[in-house]
């Protein structure tokens, strides 16, 4: 019985450094005393009951992992990889029908156009470091990019939203190649400190340029989407959504419109990377993110390809960008912060890097978790936090973290388990 | 006819001088080994071949077809393969682990693939002669797939193949490129016998098929029986340069094996791993 005496061992020093730990922040209490200062007080039982819950924890946790029976994590990616062939199309089918479902709070809807941004950056940022294995933490930039491009030239030039998404796009894939020339020789932390710094940049940049992006204050008023040209007004009449169908207009029309605006966005972005997984250049992202110096000696141009993998990944973050600022009709660059580039990063590691499905079902978690957990105010990301972690410690390389072959000469489906693949280096 | 001529060939790292001052040359259709003792330089001269290095003096010309020549020292590293036809294996192999063998294969006919999408866009959209440039491109595979005996392994990723099959795979990737003059760094490094007798009837068949060979390797075995010329190297300059005959009974060649001043028995290591 060593094995119980060592999981004791291991779970009391556990607890100890719970006491140390959780003793100022639960032991300790600030009060109002009777003269009106500030008192301490103590709650040993709080403390007690606390350092406990993490005692009985780490013991369950020993005793289960010792005998829970051996399986491997990647039997369980293959098992998601052969029900992912259901579970995609039956998301998607819910996701289209989603904002039609009779009774359903506008929130919800506002909730899935959230949620779809999400996908759709995590998309895009998914070909930069799931396919070509480039650490790029600095993806709000396009974001950003998008955004102020389709603020700035429908100011300016007095253009609607569908003609400034492709300018929007192309822009952003612009300074995507930007960035991309000067981290082309760099490689994983290096070139991640180099990203960042880069979105960072692009943040203070438009800060600090008050007279054309109107610094902290923001750009307002951008046109919203319109439908073939008709716009979602409440008050209804000619030259309106409702007024042109002859239905009483109602504010889930534009939710649920600006919502299949996003979907398709990010449908778009879906089908693009599919379709060029199978292509020459997406097989050479990938083999990239394997080996580089044999890309090299084969004859890929790995300059050219990394930066086709910047801009094809910046483009899409900008399409979404010039859908955010679309959305809200007020930009800052406060919207623009390094936690949103952290936000899909994390999206992207916690689906799987490289896989599509993956990035939905990690979008869900991560948006739409902290939402739903509103009612628990101060606890929710406590809750959230613990919930990452123990994701990331069951499944170590995402949700999805097997990959699927481009081409195949058999006829048999084949996952390749995640300790194969390269993560990439830059 | 030459396919690869090497001229003043000196590259120096810092004050180091690997290779000093070589000059050689490859016939088309010919197997050429470079064999010397560890640390002679073959490798750094492997690497200025096939791009990987910028020598500091000399020149490499190589002649993908005949009557074309190239001059490789002035092309950037990922031209080499494209437009001097020189594809190469590395001496710790590098394969695309998690891709399958067949995809490791399509990668490597990346350029004339990419060139049939019209910069990604037709392909992306499904036009074109994509769809006839990939069946090209799968024929090719199967082929050098059959060759190199992996046609069955051709769904499995490639880090979980033995490490004798992965060194196939990497010489059948190369030959993907469809390149006029192969080159080898230790093609049989850690093979047994028998693994090291089927590489020497892949690599006939491969120089049959109208590819130039050129070999860095240091099992004899092979050398003697299938080289056709064999370069020595010592300490970065060329000692021997002849027949695998010539090679075997040259002096200057047993000196550099044994160490020099050695005069036991001059002629055991070679003729031994000879025979």
Known sequence: ?426 | MTVLAVTDLTMRFGGLTAVNDVSFSAERGDITAVIGPNGAGKTTLFNCITGFYKPTVGSIVVSPQVGKIVQLEKLPGHAIARKGKVARTFQNIRLFGGMTVLENLMVAQHNALQAATGFGVLGVLGIGRYRRAERRAMELAKHWLEETDLLDRADHPAGALPYGAQRRLEIARAMCTEPALLCLDEPAAGLNPRESSALNELLLKIRDGGCSLLLIEHDMGVVMKISDHIVVLDHGKKIADGTPLEIRSNPAVIAAYLGEGDEDDPDAPVAESVA
């Open chain 1, 1 to 426: 019985m060593s094995g119980l005496l060592d999981d004791l061992k291991d779970s009391a020093s556990v607890g100890f450094f719970a006491l140390l730990i959780f003793g100022p922040f639960i032991g300790l209490r600030l009060t109002d005393n009777d003269a009106g200062n500030l008192g301490i007080a103590t709650r040993p039982e709080a403390l007690a009951l606390a350092v406990i819950a993490v005692f009985a924890a780490r013991l369950l946790l020993l005793t289960w992992s010792r005998y829970r029976p051996a399986k491997t994590t990647t039997s369980l990616g293959t098992q998601v990889q052969k029900t992912g062939k259901f579970i995609a199309p039956a998301l998607l089918v819910f996701a289209v029908v989603m904002p039609l479902l009779p009774g359903l709070p506008n929130a919800y809807i506002d909730l899935g156009v959230l949620i779809m941004t999400y996908v759709m950056l995590g998309w895009g940022l998914n070909i930069v470091v799931g396919l070509a294995g480039l650490l790029d933490l600095g993806y709000v930039a396009f974001y950003a990019v998008g955004a102020y491009s389709f603020a700035l030239i429908s100011a300016q030039f007095g253009l609607g939203f569908w003609e400034c998404l492709p300018i929007a796009g192309i822009l952003a894939a612009f300074w995507g190649m930007c960035l991309g020339f000067p981290v082309l020789r760099l490689r994983g932390d290096y070139l991640a400190i180099v990203t960042l710094a880069f979105g960072e940049i692009i943040r203070l940049v438009i800060t600090n340029w008050v007279s054309l992006t109107g610094g902290p204050n923001g750009l307002l008023g951008m046109p919203e989407p319109t439908f073939f040209g008709l716009r979602f007004s409440m008050a209804g009449g000619p030259g309106t959504f409702a007024g042109f169908f002859g239905i009483t207009p109602a504010p889930w029309q534009r939710d649920a419109f600006l919502y299949y605006v996003i979907l398709g966005l990010a449908l778009l972005t879906n089908w693009v990377t599919l379709r060029l997984r199978k292509q020459p250049l997406g097989r050479a992202w990938e083999a990239l993110r394997e080996d580089e110096i044999a890309c090299r000696s084969l004859g890929i141009n790995v300059r050219n390809t990394k930066l086709t993998a910047f801009a094809i990944g910046a483009f899409f973050g900008g399409f979404a960008g010039c859908f955010f600022a679309a959305r809200q009709s007020f930009i800052s660059p406060d919207s623009f912060t390094f936690i949103e580039s952290a936000t899909v990063l994390a999206i992207v590691v916690l689906g799987g890097a490289g896989s599509q499905l993956g990035v939905v079902l990690a979008a869900c978690v991560m948006i739409g978790v902290p939402q739903m957990l509103q009612s628990l105010q101060i606890y929710r990301m406590l809750i959230f936090g613990i919930a990452l972690v123990l994701i990331m410690v069951v499944r170590p390389r995402g949700f999805i973290s097997t990959r699927r072959p481009t081409v195949l000469l058999g006829k048999k489906p084949v996952a390749i388990g995640a300790e194969l693949r390269a993560e990439g280096r830059g």
